[in-house]
């Protein structure tokens, strides 16, 4: 990775985006600039278990027969195998969210029911989307990349060439080999010279978000196998 100490670019991004208080919620007006026209979340690839018993699985169970149970429903598919894998087919979060009677929105990351394992993020499907969107929405030259916690990934995960805040130029695979290897988990801002888009990635979050302006606003911009969600400045993240 290149990488620059002039960090005036931050200015811009610094200055367009909402300040937050200690008591407010976090929201897309709190990491992206207030300048686009358009903010889609970037749902990430999941897989169902097709058949998973999903009314037979209790991941808070106390009970000795309960435990018992979760177990045998785990051996079965092959969670939590060293002998086999579960077998999942790609669904959608919009299918999961019928399935479990929950709203299609944000909200329903933390509501799902991650615990029963009857379905997982598809992490390298997951990849080669972003990759894909990525290569349509900016041209094959080098993009800005600032890592707000870039201290974690180059003390402890020795990912990084600089120890300091710097702002890196990169290429679509020199990012995505670096959102990988970090797990999906840095909070970070990947943006163009131009200022005409702005992608913002969050420790724990649950997918990256970009903020467009409207000649990126079509479906070409995000015609790879992506789900994706419209979202609004103030919607919880």
């Given at each position: 990775?290149?990488?620059?100490?002039d960090l005036s670019a931050l200015e811009w991004?610094?200055?367009?985006?909402?300040?937050?208080?200690?008591?407010?919620?976090?929201?897309?007006?709190?990491?992206?600039?207030?300048?686009?026209?358009?903010?889609?979340?970037?749902?990430?690839?999941?897989?169902?278990?097709?058949?998973?018993?999903?009314?037979?699985?209790?991941?808070?169970?106390?009970?000795?027969?309960?435990?018992?149970?979760?177990?045998?429903?785990?051996?079965?598919?092959?969670?939590?195998?060293?002998?086999?894998?579960?077998?999942?087919?790609?669904?959608?979060?919009?299918?999961?969210?019928?399935?479990?009677?929950?709203?299609?929105?944000?909200?329903?990351?933390?509501?799902?029911?991650?615990?029963?394992?009857?379905?997982?993020?598809?992490?390298?499907?997951?990849?080669?989307?972003?990759?894909?969107?990525?290569?349509?929405?900016?041209?094959?030259?080098?993009?800005?990349?600032?890592?707000?916690?870039?201290?974690?990934?180059?003390?402890?995960?020795?990912?990084?060439?600089?120890?300091?805040?710097?702002?890196?130029k990169v290429t679509i695979d020199e990012f995505?080999?670096?959102?990988?290897?970090?797990?999906?988990?840095?909070?970070?801002?990947?943006?163009?010279?131009?200022?005409?888009?702005?992608?913002?990635?969050?420790?724990?979050?649950?997918?990256?978000?970009?903020?467009?302006?409207?000649?990126?606003?079509?479906?070409?911009?995000?015609?790879?196998?992506?789900?994706?969600?419209?979202?609004?400045?103030?919607?919880?993240?």
């Open positions: 990775m290149d990488y620059t100490t991004l610094r200055g367009s985006v909402s300040d937050r208080s200690d008591t407010e919620s976090l929201k897309v007006k709190h990491l992206l600039p207030n300048t686009y026209s358009a903010y889609i979340a970037l749902l990430p690839s999941v897989g169902i278990i097709d058949g998973f018993p999903f009314n037979k699985v209790d991941p808070n169970a106390i009970s000795i027969g309960q435990i018992n149970a979760n177990v045998r429903v785990w051996n079965e598919y092959g969670i939590y195998s060293s002998n086999s894998t579960p077998n999942y087919s790609k669904t959608s979060f919009s299918d999961l969210a019928k399935l479990f009677e929950l709203p299609y929105s944000m909200s329903m990351q933390k509501t799902l029911p991650w615990g029963k394992r009857g379905f997982s993020i598809l992490e390298q499907d997951t990849l080669y989307n972003l990759r894909g969107i990525l290569n349509q929405v900016f041209p094959n030259n080098k993009v800005n990349l600032y890592l707000e916690d870039y201290w974690r990934w180059y003390e402890v995960y020795n990912l990084l060439p600089h120890s300091e805040e710097v702002i890196y995505i080999h670096f959102f990988s290897k970090s797990f999906f988990d840095a909070s970070l801002h990947l943006f163009s010279d131009d200022r005409s888009w702005c992608l913002v990635n969050m420790e724990d979050g649950f997918c990256p978000i970009i903020g467009i302006n409207t000649y990126m606003n079509n479906k070409r911009a995000i015609s790879f196998d992506t789900e994706i969600l419209n979202i609004e400045l103030e919607d919880l993240i």
